[in-house]
């Protein structure tokens, strides 16, 4: 299999960076989520790459070895989706598929929303789909959810600058990928959660930690504090917010995000199809919030399922 190859793409005037893999007539584009990079989707690119796919992954813009913002701080969704659309045209594809992760997959549906003509099919990990707007769930939790506590402006930042970047990725994967929800007590910060000596996942390596620490070295977590945690609020004008398009949610039963007050009985009801008619929903019992790092190999089976189901 031929290595990984990077470039650096210029969309609105920055430089976005790209991984790619293969070289077949049909793209498939991955979108990862915090704490995370391109560099996360390093089984699935091989995979998708074997079995005839051309796959790219992409640093978001103010991650890893893409050019921020010129103020980071006003980063919205609004310019992902911008930098997606501008991606796709400056690379000259018509139509991909999307595979995202986590916060990646907020983009990934709002862009399917938006531009339906160039998504032929679309996966997540984690994130089930819902039509945009408030995330209300947040006020049912306390106030040291992490999530709250990020979108408090120089929080964060503070608690970070505590350690360096390697560690805060690494008490990040930890804490993520426990099936409890972090919240932390009123005397504590989130890096608090974690003990120095807790042990990394056994399927993430101290060499995968060295890659993720040295490219949140470079970008720092401005970028990464803003959009997602403090942009929830921004609103898209979508007047019909159905996904039409062939679409799967992959969802680990040990995922901490199904404790979201409401979000468990959402995907298993069948609520969700209300918005996604064709939309399918597969649970792995073992699965963490990082199933395609943890388990790839029936993650990576899933998808080429997917794909070869609906001829994508």
């Given at each position: 299999?031929?290595?990984?190859?990077?470039?650096?793409?210029?969309?609105?005037?920055?430089?976005?960076?790209?991984?790619?893999?293969?070289?077949?007539?049909?793209?498939?584009?991955?979108?990862?989520?915090?704490?995370?990079?391109?560099?996360?989707?390093?089984y699935q690119m091989t995979c998708v790459a074997e079995a005839g796919y051309r796959a790219f992954a992409i640093d978001f813009r103010g991650y890893g070895l893409s050019d921020p913002k010129a103020e980071p701080e006003k980063t919205t969704y609004a310019d992902v989706l911008s930098d997606l659309l501008a991606l796709l045209d400056a690379l000259g594809l018509?139509?991909?598929?999307?595979?995202?992760?986590?916060?990646?997959?907020?983009?990934?549906?709002?862009?399917?929303?938006?531009?339906?003509?160039?998504?032929?099919?679309?996966?997540?990990?984690?994130?089930?789909?819902?039509?945009?707007?408030?995330?209300?769930?947040?006020?049912?939790?306390?106030?040291?959810?992490?999530?709250?506590?990020?979108?408090?402006?120089?929080?964060?930042?503070?608690?970070?600058?505590?350690?360096?970047?390697?560690?805060?990725?690494?008490?990040?994967?930890?804490?993520?990928?426990?099936?409890?929800?972090?919240?932390?007590?009123?005397?504590?910060?989130?890096?608090?959660?974690?003990?120095?000596?807790?042990?990394?996942?056994?399927?993430?390596?101290?060499?995968?930690?060295?890659?993720?620490?040295?490219?949140?070295?470079?970008?720092?977590?401005?970028?990464?504090?803003?959009?997602?945690?403090?942009?929830?609020?921004?609103?898209?004008?979508?007047?019909?917010?159905?996904?039409?398009?062939?679409?799967?949610?992959?969802?680990?039963?040990?995922?901490?995000?199904?404790?979201?007050?409401?979000?468990?009985?959402?995907?298993?009801?069948?609520?969700?199809?209300?918005?996604?008619?064709?939309?399918?929903?597969?649970?792995?019992?073992?699965?963490?919030?990082?199933?395609?790092?943890?388990?790839?190999?029936?993650?990576?089976?899933?998808?080429?399922?997917?794909?070869?189901?609906?001829?994508?």
């Amino acid at each position: 299999m031929e290595k990984i190859e990077h470039k650096h793409i210029k969309v609105n005037g920055s430089k976005l960076h790209v991984a790619e893999l293969g070289s077949g007539s049909t793209t498939i584009l991955f979108l990862h989520g915090f704490p995370e990079i391109w560099y996360t989707w390093r089984y699935q690119m091989t995979c998708v790459a074997e079995a005839g796919y051309r796959a790219f992954a992409i640093d978001f813009r103010g991650y890893g070895l893409s050019d921020p913002k010129a103020e980071p701080e006003k980063t919205t969704y609004a310019d992902v989706l911008s930098d997606l659309l501008a991606l796709l045209d400056a690379l000259g594809l018509d139509k991909v598929i999307l595979i995202a992760k986590d916060f990646g997959a907020f983009p990934a549906y709002l862009f399917t929303l938006l531009h339906p003509t160039r998504v032929s099919g679309v996966i997540t990990l984690g994130i089930v789909f819902s039509p945009p707007g408030p995330r209300t769930f947040l006020k049912l939790l306390p106030e040291g959810f992490y999530i709250n506590r990020w979108q408090v402006p120089g929080r964060a930042e503070a608690d970070f600058a505590r350690f360096d970047a390697k560690t805060v990725v690494r008490n990040i994967y930890i804490l993520f990928s426990k099936s409890e929800l972090p919240i932390a007590p009123e005397n504590q910060e989130i890096m608090d959660l974690v003990e120095p000596s807790t042990p990394l996942p056994p399927w993430f390596t101290e060499d995968d930690l060295a890659v993720y620490g040295s490219l949140y070295e470079k970008s720092g977590f401005c970028t990464a504090l803003k959009v997602p945690y403090r942009s929830f609020t921004e609103e898209f004008n979508i007047s019909n917010p159905r996904i039409d398009v062939p679409a799967m949610l992959i969802m680990g039963e040990k995922d901490y995000v199904l404790k979201f007050p409401g979000n468990e009985d959402y995907i298993r009801s069948g609520k969700v199809k209300h918005f996604a008619p064709n939309y399918e929903i597969t649970f792995l019992p073992e699965g963490t919030h990082f199933a395609h790092e943890q388990l790839p190999d029936q993650v990576n089976q899933l998808i080429l399922t997917f794909l070869g189901k609906h001829n994508l």
